[in-house]
Each structure stands twice: as C-alpha cells, then as structure tokens.
C-alpha cells in the first residue's frame, strides 16, 4: 500500500495517531479546523491541507478522528464532492450506528469504501499507541489498512459486518464507565481508610481487582491533577449517551452503568467538563462530606 495516508481531524487521538505514523516513515497529510492544532502536526511533519476534500485528493487512504455526528457527515460529503478517485475512508470516531451507516452511503454513492473503525483507548495510550482498532466493513479493504494500523495501535482485528466495530467499541466503554467511577470509588475508600494511596495502586492496579482504568486513572486521583485531560467529560457524556441509546435499542438493562450516569452529569455540573473523566473522583468526595447534624 501507498505509504501516504491521511487523517482529518488533529484532536487529542488523531494527533497522536499523525505523530506516531509520521515517525514510522509515513507521509501523513492533515486537516483540522483548529490553526493551532495545524501549525504544531506542520511542526511534527504533517503536511496540512485546507481541507478533507484536499486529503482525499492526496491521500489512498483517509482516516477520519472527528467530534460529532455533523462533523462527521460533512467531511463524508466534503470527499465525497472532492472529485478524488476511489479511496478507503477509515471513520475512528465513536458514533450511533444510524451517523456511521449516513456516513457510509454518502461515500458509497460517491464511489469510495467505508470503514468502520473505532478506537479502543485514551488519549494517553495513543501516545504510546497502546490502542485496539476495532475494524469491521469491507474485508479486502481492511487487509489493505493491516500495516496502517499495526503502525499506531497494539492491534486491530477483523470484526465483520460494518457497524459491528461500533457495537464491540460501545461494550468496551461501557466497561470503561464503570471501571473509572469503580476506580474513584475505590480510591476514595482507600483514603478514608488511612491507606497509603500510591501503595494502593502498586498493590491493587496489578491483582485481581485491578484494571487497564484503575492504573490510569487512579495515579491522577492521587494528585488531584486531571489535565491534559486523555478524555474530557464532556466528551465522554457524548459517548455515555450513544451507549445508553444502543443498550436500549436492543433490549439489554445495564443497571451498574445506568448509576454511574449521573456521576458523570455532576462533574459536568461542578465545571469539570474539560477536565479528564478522572476527575469523577472530586464527585464522589464531594458526596462523601460528613455534614454536621443539628440537635
């Protein structure tokens, strides 16, 4: 395969994405809205177009990291317009079905193949490219991304239909939502029970009740430090919803999920929005404030 590839789309993920491909030899050509985010991928190597259609034209391969469902559906019909000719467009983004099947016939029409190809991962382990990419669409055309892939995630399997990368990425935050208030929660306890909190993590993160959230997150509930954040909250509510939405959708109860939901929107309240889903754990002591009682 061409090594040129394309990202739209420099965000947390797909910066780190276009920096790890870039020092695996790739040519990378990006897009973003955001000048700042363009000027420092150009300072990485990136070579930044105006826009997705500029990508498409440029590019065999586009993979698109984007905020919402609008984003996403005018970068489709924006390569779709571009007049490129037959391209792979790789969609990392988390999304309801119904956004990645619109973004799917719009390209189809326009003569290019889709992929649904969401990340397993934060911020953080993009860095380190400790992410799973959860592929699922046209076989072929997802052999062809293998070595992409390999070049910026730990590993990346073939899961059938398209859509069903979003339905394996949908069980996968589902835990993650858990996971990190179960961490906070935890922590919490672990604090009121006068344990050291640093050989709480040394000596739960790697036993039996620990988990991938509980050793990332867990160290910055320590600090009480939650930026850069590896995922803002107000992101994650986005994604909270699309799962409630799919879980009903096909008919399954998901009662631990369902309580940690409004964790989640008292963060939001408290202003912790651009602060990383960490930072739950602020709600939760906040929670766990003794009140004194009157006589």
């Given at each position: 395969?061409d090594n040129?590839?394309?990202?739209?789309?420099?965000?947390?993920?797909?910066?780190?994405?276009?920096r790890?491909?870039?020092e695996?030899?790739w040519?990378?050509?990006?897009?973003?809205?955001d000048?700042?985010?363009c000027?420092?991928?150009?300072r990485?190597?990136?070579?930044?177009a105006?826009?997705?259609g500029?990508?498409?034209?440029?590019a065999?391969?586009?993979?698109t990291?984007?905020?919402?469902?609008t984003?996403?559906?005018?970068?489709?019909q924006?390569?779709?317009?571009?007049?490129?000719?037959?391209r792979i467009?790789?969609?990392?983004s988390?999304?309801?079905?119904a956004?990645k099947?619109?973004?799917?016939a719009?390209l189809?029409?326009?003569g290019?193949?889709a992929?649904?190809?969401?990340?397993?991962?934060?911020?953080?382990?993009?860095?380190?490219r400790?992410?799973v990419?959860y592929?699922s669409?046209?076989?072929?055309?997802?052999?062809r991304c293998?070595?992409?892939?390999?070049?910026f995630a730990?590993?990346?399997?073939d899961?059938g239909?398209?859509?069903?990368?979003?339905r394996?990425?949908?069980?996968?935050?589902?835990?993650v939502?858990?996971?990190?208030?179960?961490t906070?929660?935890a922590m919490l306890?672990?604090?009121?029970?006068?344990l050291d909190?640093?050989m709480?993590?040394?000596?739960?993160?790697p036993?039996a009740?620990?988990s991938?959230?509980?050793?990332?997150?867990?160290?910055?509930?320590?600090?009480?430090?939650?930026e850069?954040?590896?995922?803002?909250?107000?992101?994650?509510?986005?994604?909270?919803?699309?799962?409630?939405?799919f879980a009903?959708?096909?008919?399954?109860a998901?009662p631990l999920?369902t309580l940690?939901?409004?964790?989640?929107?008292?963060?939001?309240?408290m202003g912790?929005?651009?602060?990383?889903?960490?930072?739950?754990?602020e709600?939760l002591r906040?929670?766990?404030v003794?009140?004194?009682t009157g006589?």
């Amino acid at each position: 395969m061409d090594n040129t590839v394309g990202i739209v789309g420099l965000g947390i993920m797909g910066s780190a994405i276009a920096r790890n491909l870039v020092e695996r030899g790739w040519r990378v050509i990006g897009s973003d809205i955001d000048a700042t985010r363009c000027v420092e991928l150009a300072r990485a190597g990136v070579i930044i177009a105006d826009d997705a259609g500029r990508v498409a034209q440029g590019a065999p391969v586009i993979m698109t990291s984007l905020p919402s469902p609008t984003a996403v559906e005018d970068v489709a019909q924006c390569i779709a317009n571009s007049a490129a000719p037959p391209r792979i467009v790789v969609e990392l983004s988390t999304l309801a079905i119904a956004d990645k099947l619109r973004f799917e016939a719009i390209l189809k029409e326009a003569g290019h193949i889709a992929l649904d190809c969401p990340l397993s991962g934060t911020g953080a382990q993009a860095k380190k490219r400790d992410l799973v990419v959860y592929a699922s669409g046209d076989h072929t055309a997802i052999a062809r991304c293998a070595g992409l892939f390999a070049d910026f995630a730990r590993q990346s399997a073939d899961l059938g239909a398209y859509g069903n990368g979003s339905r394996m990425k949908f069980i996968a935050n589902h835990l993650v939502a858990i996971h990190n208030v179960a961490t906070a929660e935890a922590m919490l306890l672990a604090q009121r029970a006068g344990l050291d909190p640093k050989m709480v993590v040394d000596m739960v993160g790697p036993g039996a009740g620990g988990s991938r959230m509980f050793q990332m997150r867990a160290p910055m509930m320590i600090e009480g430090v939650y930026e850069p954040a590896t995922m803002k909250v107000s992101m994650w509510q986005k994604d909270m919803a699309i799962i409630a939405e799919f879980a009903a959708a096909v008919g399954c109860a998901t009662p631990l999920f369902t309580l940690t939901q409004p964790v989640y929107a008292q963060a939001m309240a408290m202003g912790l929005g651009e602060q990383d889903t960490a930072s739950v754990f602020e709600v939760l002591r906040e929670r766990n404030v003794i009140k004194p009682t009157g006589r």
